[in-house]
């Protein structure tokens, strides 16, 4: 009882944060503040139970204590080490299947940062280099922001890829998104997953398909033709087949695509269909377009998919940023208040 009452605030955080995300997830569930909540109210959960087991350990057996201090040091390096290393081999073989550039190298990027700065971190510890060590320290703050919010996307992103079909009605109408052509007019394996998925969703039902996507300068036919045709070939009629050719973009797929079903007096849920990396971003921009349903995607190759999740995570921070900016700003507060502070002393 006295150990329950030493940690209560713990539980009324988590339970504060419990609640916010099953609101959040009951009123509409395409919002990346569900994930926040969901990962604070996980966080508090698992810091309190630290907590209490490490208040336990000091009043009965301090050596383990301090054993278990330890073993967390350890995991979390070695968790940094491995992920790094991960990342890097990912990179690479990425690199290698899709061509060198930016978008394929996030993954190789992402892990050389992670045991550069954990690298880092070893040699001002073993020099005693106090000042590289405080810069370290500043650094971790805004890392740490956003490695909880990638955290955050990557957690929610896949619990609402598995819940969002069950919440919501069945579709009077499913939107395909389209991607790039190979040879500037076929359908690529990554595109055909999603044409597959989509029929999938529509079922027997002949409800209409929206093609959305327009023609690239490197293409000869738009998107949306060649998406058609491959629909076609597969047996769904033509008359079940509506075309947007016109967007360059994921909102204007939506956008277009929202206007061409109201043309044709369709009205209600939709599923969206893009590539599962790209679901839950689709589903935020659903919302913020005002179409009502869910996103659904297609699978992608296992090594795609690291580099494709950064990018996507990276396009939510810059599509939302005066919050992640205001996020940073007050991730970053403790370490203002310490330049304020040292600034402040006298010399």
């Not at 698992?46 to 050596?63: K, N, P, T």
């Not at 909880?148 to 957690?155: E, H, I, N, P, T």
């Not at 939302?320 to 700003?329: K, Q, V």
């Amino acid at each position: 009882m006295r150990h329950s009452r030493q940690y209560w605030g713990v539980w009324i955080v988590t339970g504060v944060f419990a609640a916010c995300f099953g609101w959040r997830l009951a009123r509409d569930p395409r919002t990346f503040r569900a994930g926040l909540y969901l990962t604070g109210a996980l966080g508090s959960l698992i810091l309190g139970l630290l907590a209490g087991r490490m208040r336990e350990l000091e009043r009965f057996a301090s050596i383990e204590a301090g054993q278990l201090i330890v073993a967390l040091a350890v995991a979390a390096v070695g968790t940094v080490v491995v992920l790094g290393f991960a990342l890097v081999g990912n990179g690479l073989v990425t690199v290698r299947r899709e061509g060198f550039g930016l978008a394929h190298l996030l993954s190789l990027l992402l892990g050389l940062a992670l045991l550069g700065l954990l690298a880092a971190w070893i040699w001002a510890i073993a020099t005693e280099a106090r000042t590289a060590a405080t810069v370290l320290f500043a650094i971790m703050f805004p890392a740490g922001y956003f490695g909880v919010g990638f955290a955050s996307y990557l957690l929610y992103g896949r619990i609402y890829r598995i819940i969002a079909p069950t919440m919501s009605p069945r579709p009077k109408a499913v939107i395909v998104l389209g991607a790039g052509l190979a040879g500037g007019h076929r359908v690529t394996p990554l595109l055909a997953a999603r044409l597959d998925r989509a029929l999938a969703v529509a079922g027997p039902g002949h409800i209409p398909i929206v093609v959305s996507g327009g023609k690239g300068t490197d293409e000869s036919v738009s998107e949306a033709a060649a998406m058609a045709e491959y629909l076609e070939e597969r047996g769904v009629g033509a008359e079940q087949i509506l075309v947007e050719d016109a967007s360059r973009t994921t909102a204007q797929n939506l956008e277009y695509s929202k206007a061409v079903l109201h043309e044709a007096g369709l009205a209600g849920p939709v599923a969206v269909v893009s590539s599962n990396y790209h679901v839950f971003r689709t589903a935020m921009l659903m919302r913020a377009a005002g179409l009502p349903g869910y996103a659904t995607g297609g699978k992608v190759a296992a090594y795609y998919w690291p580099s494709a999740a950064i990018r996507e995570f990276a396009a939510i921070c810059a599509e939302h940023l005066p919050a992640t900016l205001i996020g940073l700003a007050m991730a970053c507060t403790p370490v203002f208040v310490l330049i304020a502070f040292a600034l402040a002393r006298p010399a």
